[in-house]
């Protein structure tokens, strides 16, 4: 991953760029990358990642409680909020 980072900012141009110009058409690498696109894998990731944090940021903003979600051992302060 450090070496695609650095080539990419080494470079300037986009990954797509970068991954066809090190990928043989219709090799095995080539293969899975156009099947991943073609199943707009790439897309369904980056949605998975907003609605993860969007819950995050509901939870944070809510001031989000424990209650309900005790385990034993776990302490509380008076709020219900797990520390």
Same mark, same amino acid.
């Given at each position: 991953m450090?070496?695609?980072?650095r080539m990419v900012l080494d470079t300037g141009d986009h990954p797509a /760029? /970068? $991954? *066809?110009? +090190? =990928? =043989?058409p219709q090799g095995p690498r080539w293969t899975g990358?156009? %099947?991943l696109e073609t199943a $707009? !894998? &790439?897309v369904t /990731? #980056?949605?998975? +990642?907003? $609605?993860? &944090?969007?819950a995050q940021r509901m #939870? /944070? %903003?809510s001031? !989000? $409680?424990? #209650?309900g979600f005790l385990r034993p051992g776990k302490k509380h *302060? &008076?709020?219900g909020l797990c520390y």
């Open positions: 450090m070496g695609a980072a /760029l /970068l $991954k *066809d110009a +090190v =990928t =043989t990358s156009f %099947e $707009k !894998w &790439r /990731l #980056i949605k998975a +990642v907003m $609605k993860a &944090r969007s #939870i /944070l %903003e001031n !989000w $409680k424990c #209650i *302060d &008076r709020s």
